[in-house]
T-cell receptor
Framework: DAKTTQPTSMDCAEGRAANLPCNHS???????VYWYRQIHSQGPQYIIH???NNETNEMASLIITEDRKSSTLILPHATLRDTAVYYCIVRVPPRGNQGGKLIFGQGTELSVKP | EAGVAQSPRYKIIEKRQSVAFWCNPISGHATLYWYQQILGQGPKLLIQ????????DSQLPKDRFSAERLKGVDSTLKIQPAKLEDSAVYLC?????????FGPGTRLTVL
């Protein structure tokens, strides 16, 4: 079962910041928080991941609380193309050179409106 | 860099028929995954390969589903015989380290 809880849906105005929350209260000390998104009729796309510290890349920022029980994905200036389902995933860490497993939940359906 | 390729993109079959999906991962990626995504749900891992060996197939319905990855590159997923509840999108992904790259998926409809 997925180890995260996300709102089912959210709306955001175009050009504004989209803040997507995620609860992961049972996260283990060595588990990472990953965010993926899935645009309609496409495969999921990696956005960002983090362990303890806040992270930023060209797509988004990830804010993780100090107790690591929740996080927020921030899209600083949402566009219509950001309309998608966003998945917050607590990842079982890789073992050696084997990729870690992703367990997807229901995700948050983000609608960016003009 | 070429992405993960999958074929066919769409398939319609009748129940009890057989079907096979093909995946070509990103060159050099050792780990390959097959996911099943039922409408309205997140993807569910069916099987994970490391090179040509199976790492995790705990969620694969082995009475009807099979997968192989010969030579550690391309992979095929087969369903025999198909049931109505197998209607879903079948996603293939590959990874080298932290990030999984997904293909566009194959949408299967079982009538």
């Amino acid at each position: 079962d997925a180890k995260t809880t996300q709102p089912t849906s959210m709306d955001c105005a175009e050009g504004r910041a989209a803040n997507l929350p995620c609860n992961h209260s049972t996260i283990s000390g060595n588990e990472y928080v990953y965010w993926y998104r899935q645009i309609h009729s496409q495969g999921p796309q990696y956005i960002i991941h983090g362990l303890k510290n806040n992270e930023t890349n060209e797509m988004a920022s990830l804010i993780i609380t100090e107790d690591r029980k929740s996080s927020t994905l921030i899209l600083p200036h949402a566009t219509l193309r950001d309309t998608a389902v966003y998945y917050c995933i607590v990842r079982v860490p890789p073992r050696g050179n084997q990729g870690g497993k992703l367990i997807f939940g229901q995700g948050t359906e983000l609608s960016v409106k003009p | 860099e070429a992405g993960v390729a999958q074929s066919p993109r769409y398939k319609i079959i009748e129940k009890r028929q057989s079907v096979a999906f093909w995946c070509n991962p990103i060159s050099g990626h050792a780990t390959l995954y097959w996911y099943q995504q039922i409408l309205g749900q997140g993807p569910k891992l069916l099987i994970q390969f490391q090179n040509n060996g199976v790492v995790d197939d705990s969620q694969l319905p082995k009475d009807r589903f099979s997968a192989e990855r010969l030579k550690g590159v391309d992979s095929t997923l087969k369903i025999q015989p198909a049931k109505l509840e197998d209607s879903a999108v079948y996603l293939c992904a590959s990874s080298q380290e932290n990030e999984q790259f997904f293909g566009p998926g194959t949408r299967l409809t079982v009538l």
